[in-house]
């Protein structure tokens, strides 16, 4: 009996040995073997895995002949492990950049020493050289892009290091003397839209601070040979795509170190990323405004040229351009009649018509390269940053809160067709009134008279003030000081009518009573000085008529005296 279970502890025991020995796939156990690293730019899992490309184990025998698909039905992506870096990665068109686990390079494997964007072509520079770049070696022969990025990963950022997350410029030979690029010289020979593009660039801000054609389209510009100047081995890129543009543009544009010298800002790149434009084109869409539509093509000039479109007061009719194009923002569902709007507002007025650049255009309130209608909740910011005194006092009321349906600026103001208001807005019933929201029997409706009243009864006694000083005028008076009593009565009513948006009657009679007080002041001075001017007048009248009688009363007695003289 003790032999038996001698035995079959023996037999346990070489079960359990047997079993954890490295012949055994004691992961079998386990399940399948967790994926140890990032699946971007490595989702084809039998490229590397079925040869060993780059230290990576090759799978075993019995998986032949099962595709990625299958690959990841069983093995899943695991936990970063402890130690690795994660490595910011910026999408290309400006999509939200991703956080991947990144292991440092093993094997010897190179890392990717600059950033993807506008690079995603790793053959086209490093199967020839191009640029500078290092070459595919022979064993890397008939790999494709997509293999590249399965061991070749972006370098992590050393310590200390700022990573270097903006595009790259386009590699490409020195630059010539203007009078020997050839891609001018051809192009000069040509006709058409070839010959135009050359007129345009070399009248260009960029011509003007030696910016070549090569700088953005790649190439050699010595070669007078088509087929050398366009070579990919010399960096050339020809036509950029149009999603391409903005990082092309941000190549130079978002570098402090290039931009410090020309004093321009340096985020319009990230600023277009994040506006309704860029994160429209990173999606595809490639009927969206880019750096090209905006800034005069090849002709770019410098922004405060009166020709150039992004020019103030040109700005409105660059916008309209697309935005008043019926099919072009069919797709969108936008409306198309702004412009038309705007130019019949009173902000429209002040720039087009009077050509006041202090009047907002639409990048006033949309921004230029970040580009977006600003959310309901951020109006009152955005016209506060001109209206900054009204903005003051919008944000003490009730109606600068959190409570829905509270108004906003464009409420009772329009968004394109801002007219001048006028103190009928509180007691008209039309959509923009007060008794739109206030019914006339509302408590509201009350301390909306009282604000109607003190405002009214107040421009009425600056416009009495006015007539007065009129009269004075006209009497040939000297009313200087009255004139400045004036200047501060419509001081005191124009800072109530900014602060009737705090909806206090309190606030506002404050303001009110010290314009109707100096208005009045003013009447009183100016009728004194007309009375007094009258008195004067008479009194001069009655002098003048005395001195008319003397004189006359003389004469007769002259005349008088000399009938009395004997004659000679």
């Excluded at 390079?105 to 050289?129: K, S, V």
């Excluded at 978002?254 to 277009?272: C, F, G, I, N, S």
């Excluded at 394109?416 to 006028?422: E, F, I, K, L, S």
Aim: hydrophobic share 35%; aromatic share 4%; glycine share 8%.
């Amino acid at each position: 009996m003790n032999h038996r279970w001698k035995f079959i502890g023996f037999l346990v025991i070489l079960a359990a040995v047997i079993l954890l020995s490295p012949g055994v796939p004691a992961r079998a156990q386990q399940g399948p073997r967790p994926i140890p690293h990032s699946l971007e730019g490595r989702q084809d899992c039998v490229v590397c895995h079925a040869t060993g490309v780059g230290g990576a184990p090759k799978y075993p025998a019995d998986h032949t002949g099962r595709t990625n698909e299958m690959c990841q039905l069983c093995h899943k992506p695991g936990p970063a492990k402890t130690g690795a870096t994660v490595v910011p990665t910026t999408a290309p068109g400006g999509a939200t950049p991703s956080a991947q686990p990144t292991k440092p390079a093993a094997g010897g494997i190179p890392t990717i020493p600059h950033t993807l964007q506008n690079r995603e072509n790793c053959l086209a520079c490093h199967q020839t050289g191009g640029g500078g770049a290092p070459k595919v070696p022979a064993s890397h022969a008939g790999r494709t892009n997509d293999t590249c990025r399965g061991c070749h990963q972006p370098a992590a950022p050393a310590a200390g290091e700022v990573p270097q997350i903006l595009p790259t410029p386009i590699p490409h030979t020195p630059a010539p003397a203007k009078e020997k690029d050839a891609c001018v010289a051809c192009h000069t020979s040509q006709s058409g839209k070839s010959a135009e593009i050359v007129k345009d660039s070399t009248a260009s801000i960029h011509a003007e601070r030696n910016v070549a054609c090569a700088d953005c389209h790649g190439g050699d510009s010595t070669k007078s040979d088509k087929a050398a100047a366009h070579a990919v081995s010399a960096g050339y890129v020809g036509v950029p795509k149009t999603v391409d543009i903005p990082a092309l543009c941000a190549s130079c544009h978002a570098r402090v170190e290039t931009m410090r010298q020309y004093d321009l800002p340096t985020d319009q790149w990230a600023k277009y990323q994040q506006s309704v434009h860029g994160k429209k084109l990173a999606q595809g869409d490639t009927k969206v405004a880019t750096c090209f539509t905006c800034h005069d093509g090849h002709g770019t000039k410098k922004t405060n040229d009166p020709s150039a479109k992004v020019y103030p007061l040109n700005v409105p009719g660059l916008c309209a351009s697309c935005h008043s194009n019926v099919e072009l923002m069919k797709p969108y569902k936008i409306p198309t009649n702004q412009f038309e709007l705007y130019a019949k507002s009173v902000h429209g007025i002040g720039l087009l018509n009077k050509q006041d650049l202090r009047a907002p255009s639409c990048a006033t309130c949309h921004g230029t390269h970040g580009a977006a209608p600003p959310g309901f909740e951020e109006v009152a910011n955005v016209c506060g940053s001109c209206h900054t005194a009204t903005q003051e006092y919008y944000l003490k009321s009730i109606h600068a809160s959190d409570k829905p349906g509270m108004p906003k600026c464009v409420t009772c103001h329009g968004r394109y067709d801002v007219m001048t208001p006028t103190d009928d807005m509180f007691v008209g019933t039309g959509t923009r009134a007060c008794g739109s929201c206030h019914p006339a029997s509302s408590p509201q409706a009350e301390n909306v008279k009282a604000l109607y009243d003190s405002i009214n009864g107040s421009a009425k006694a600056v416009e009495d003030a006015e007539a007065a000083l009129k009269r004075a005028t006209a009497a040939s008076l000297i009313i200087a000081p009255e004139e400045a009593k004036l200047a501060e009565a419509h001081t005191s009513l124009v800072t109530a009518r900014a602060a009737q948006h705090t909806l206090s009657a309190a606030v506002v009679k404050e303001q009110t009573d010290k314009a109707t007080a100096k208005a009045k002041q003013v009447v009183a001075d100016a009728n004194k000085a007309i009375e007094g001017s009258v008195f004067r007048r008479q009194v001069m009248g009655i002098g003048l008529a005395i001195m008319v009688l003397a004189i006359t009363s003389l004469w007769v007695i002259r005349r008088e005296l000399y009938k009395q003289l004997p004659p000679e």
